[in-house]
């Protein structure tokens, strides 16, 4: 089974608004990043596009500390689903893969959205926990958000796990 790494939404605006536990995920990332191109795992970057993040501009760009290397994949998005009006689902299927990590921003947003179009669409879902941050939303705090979304994910929509057992199969 084809494995890949998405890498979705980690874009200079958002790391620079200091996202909950930023710092602690910054780490996270570069670790599963690292990891993956060491052991030939295909790293794949989602980019979102919209009025706060003009294709273009600074702010989209992906933030320098997890940037792609030459020739990993970019695919730019309007929606809170990476597979939305973007050729991603055609991509993987053209690789043959039929399992996904996923990483990035925003939690309640991009990461929930993906993951449960990703599982309708039959793929094996892994989240790394502590891989996805948010912002604080009404009254609801980062951190509850985030416990609270990978509650939900876990054994249902996807297995969440510790970034030491990410590559290990279910």
Known sequence: M???????????ALIEAKP???????????????TCREKNIEVIYVR???????????D???YGAIAPEDGEKIFDKHY???FKETHLQAYLDSQ????????????????????KVAFELGYNVTVIKGGTTTFDDMKITAEQLVEYYENIW?????????????????
């Open 2 to 12: 084809g494995t890949a790494l998405l890498v979705i939404d980690i874009q200079t």
């Open 20 to 34: 909950y536990a930023v710092d602690n995920c910054l780490s996270v990332w570069q670790k599963a990043i690292t």
């Open 48 to 58: 979102h596009n919209d009025d706060e993040l003009l294709t273009g501009s600074r």
């Open 60 to 62: 989209w760009e992906l």
């Open 80 to 82: 809170n689903s990476v």
């Open 96 to 115: 043959a893969i039929e399992r996904l990590i996923i990483i990035g921003m925003a939690t309640n947003y991009c990461i929930d959205t993906t993951i």
């Open 154 to 170: 876990n054994g249902r929509f996807a297995q969440v796990v510790e970034l030491e057992n990410m590559l290990k199969e279910d």
